[in-house]
């Protein structure tokens, strides 16, 4: 179904990054709302206006708030399917897949023909383990789009989740004959052989994976599972090298090679890589369960009873930690403790006759010669009758156990997982939490007027002072402002506290016959704190009719304008008479207050995002000029000239940042250095 009316439909909720703000609340909407639905038309421009500052804050990664602008537009008009796809958006951003999905089905209900319904409840439900209705969802999407690689690749990975290894391969033999250069598509097919024990056909597949893309980590990370499975240390050490360079911060890859070290006597090297796992995930059972093993094993063992202590957090009736710590105690001296952690194991396993002669011996060298005799007489009993369980031996380093595997006499094996499992990389543009994106080089942004202070973790420790906004907020009245060029994620109560300004100011302003400017530029202020960045040009420009040399509404409405134009931008609008506006206000703000580095730092970013690197460079040494700690400045100074072909000089001012605080700069001096 391709006609006109569903290719628009779809276009229009292409993504979450590509939406911009475009909305401006009445003055009376909340006082007033229900007059702004007298008229069908009215209410329809305030509704879409609605849904477009939410989609601002989308855009803007501030979630909570978008959430309170759809569900506004929900209570106006319930029919319509897009708000409820974008607070599903937020919600799945926000980890609520349930609610996520509710709103999903809610918007399917009202429009059943748009892609990107099926494709985000298909992934809510993956994060639920509901695989078999995400299959439906994917195959109702496909009917709609059945290029859509994406969808292919999800409904795959759903299947194999399903054990449903025939239609998989089906599905992987169609998606292969339309994508034969599709990397992932081998390596999920080498997966299903897998998991069909068919190792050499995985080979095959994963071999020809690599060879269509060897800078995937998590495809040589596949390779060295097999490589593990078939004890080939020496090769599965190779591979996840390979992976480790490449996805540097997967803890399990690391996990993986400790185990490949270890089976080739690189003790040192093993231990290397459990610290380096627990660095990036703490809470790892294996690492500190393995790490212990190897502390025991080299003499470190009171750092070994403190990782068993950790396992023996996570799991206090894991009766192999509670062994080995118990083992570990009596030898260094704590002998009730080890009493405490025998007689936990014992109680659960009462033939544990190795236990038993243990606790007895700590029993004897506490004096406890009454507890010491019960426990020598019942291994001796044993041994009368042949009932004996076994001494535990001392077992071969080079033998290992599955974590599930409880046998008493495995107590010092280094422990695998059951099955080693393949992380899933779904395919979507939706990537859930925000901060585990990947990171892009990119110019700081502008500072702007906020009623939050400046995060400080951002980059310097420092403030943000300034003479204009110091000025201002000694006025009698007035609410604090702040300078900052952070995007605060409002929890559910700013919001509220925020939407209760706003509405107190507006119902000020309607009372007066003019309105006043002081409240006019504070309502602005708040705009910009929702996303709300038309309404708060609005106020602007007429309070700058009453007061045209006002340098602080001049540098608020340039910030506003560049933020509403990085929105439209994103989505292929040409912002380009708008940038112009947006160079026009700083331009005449600085003729106001040349001495502003702030000002000249705003105008520089503002050419730098159009690539004129040479007047942006200009206007960040004025900047730098009359404030040299200004971190920002040189960051983006620094930025500016890598991109204009200078990397001496850019990798000087990105060492200055450091230097001052922005430790992100070293990070992109190693790239390009590397380049």
């Known amino acids: 179904m391709k006609c006109e009316e569903f290719d628009t439909a779809r276009r229009r909720v292409g993504g979450v990054r590509s939406l911009l703000p475009r909305l401006l609340l009445c003055v009376s909407f909340f006082t007033l ?3 702004l639905f007298t008229s069908a038309c009215f209410a329809q421009f305030n509704t879409d206006r609605l849904i477009m500052i939410g989609r601002s804050a989308l855009y803007y990664e501030d979630y909570v708030l ?17 708000p409820w796809f974008f607070r599903a958006v937020a919600k799945y951003y926000l980890d609520d897949y349930a609610g996520a999905e509710a709103d999903c089905s809610e918007a399917i209900e009202r429009n059943p023909y748009i892609v990107n319904l099926y494709e985000l409840r298909g992934l809510t439900r993956i994060q639920q383990k509901k695989y078999s209705e995400a299959i439906n969802d994917y195959t109702r999407a496909l009917k709609y789009d059945p290029e859509g690689q994406n969808l292919w690749h999800n409904r795959i990975l759903c299947r194999i989740q399903e054990k449903d290894y025939d239609h998989a391969h089906l599905e992987l033999d169609t998606m292969l004959t339309r994508w034969s250069q599709y990397a992932r598509g081998y390596a999920m097919r080498a997966e299903v052989y897998m998991m069909q024990q068919d190792t050499a056909q995985a080979i095959t597949a994963l071999d020809r994976s690599l060879e269509l893309d060897p800078y995937d980590g998590g495809i040589w990370a596949e390779r060295a599972i097999i490589s593990l499975a078939r004890s080939e240390w020496r090769e599965s050490e ?5 992976a480790i360079h490449l996805l540097p911060k997967q803890a399990n890859n690391y996990i993986n090679r400790a185990l490949a070290r270890y089976n080739q006597n690189n003790l040192r090297g093993a231990m290397a890589d459990y610290d380096t796992a627990l660095d990036f995930d703490p809470n790892n059972f294996l690492g500190h369960y393995n790490r212990g093993l190897l502390r025991a094993q080299v003499g470190d063992d009171n750092r070994a009873i403190l990782d068993f202590d950790f396992v023996l957090k996570l799991e206090p009736e894991n009766l192999m930690a509670l062994y080995n710590r118990a083992t570990l105690l009596d030898k260094t001296g704590d002998l009730r403790g080890a009493i405490r952690d025998y007689t936990k194991v ?4 009462p033939n544990f006759w190795t236990g038993l002669e243990s606790r007895a011996s700590c029993y004897r060298r506490l004096g406890m010669t009454k507890q010491a005799d019960a426990d020598e007489f019942r291994v001796y009993k044993a041994q009368l009758y042949k009932h004996l369980y076994g ?10 156990r599955k974590r599930s595997d409880d046998d008493l006499e495995k107590y010092n094996q280094i422990v695998v997982a059951d099955e080693q499992e393949i992380d899933h990389e779904y395919k979507s543009e939706y990537r859930g939490r925000v901060q585990n994106r990947r990171v892009q080089i990119e110019l700081l942004p502008l500072f702007g007027l906020s009623l939050i ?4 973790t951002l980059s310097t420790q420092r403030s943000t002072f300034n003479p204009l906004t110091e000025a201002y907020n000694r006025q009698k009245g007035v609410r604090r402002i702040y300078l900052s060029n952070t995007s605060s994620n409002l929890d559910e109560q700013q919001t509220n506290s925020l939407f209760a300004y706003i509405d107190s100011l507006s119902v000020a302003i309607g009372q007066q016959s003019a309105p006043s400017s002081q409240q006019l530029f504070q309502r602005a202020v708040a705009y910009a704190e929702i996303q709300n960045f038309d309404s708060a040009i609005d106020d602007l420009t007429t309070y700058l009719q009453s007061d045209t040399a006002s340098v602080l509404a001049l540098w608020q409405r340039a910030y506003c304008q560049s933020k509403a134009n990085d929105f439209h931008a994103a989505q292929g609008t040409d912002v380009a008479m708008k940038t112009a506006s947006v160079i026009g206000d700083l331009t005449e703000a600085i003729s106001l207050s040349q001495q502003n580095a702030y000002l000249y730092y705003d105008r520089a970013t503002v050419y730098a995002k159009q690539s004129d690197y040479e007047r942006a460079i200009a206007d960040y040494n004025q900047a730098l000029q009359l404030d040299p700690t200004l971190a920002e400045a040189w960051y983006n100074r620094g930025l500016s000239h890598l991109y204009a072909g200078h990397q001496q000089e850019g990798v000087t001012d990105l060492s200055k940042a450091g230097e001052l605080g922005l430790y992100t700069a070293y ?4 790239k390009y250095s590397k380049k």
Do not use: C, G
């Open 33 to 35: 709302h229900s007059s």
């Open 66 to 82: 978008s959430i309170q602008y759809f569900n506004q537009a929900i209570a106006a008009k319930p029919y319509l399917y897009e």
């Open 238 to 242: 190779e591979f996840l090298s390979k």
């Open 346 to 349: 014992i109680d659960q396993y």
């Open 391 to 400: 001494t535990q031996p001392r077992l071969s380093k080079k033998q290992m």
């Open 453 to 456: 202070p400046q995060h400080a």
């Open 667 to 670: 990070s992109v001096i190693k």
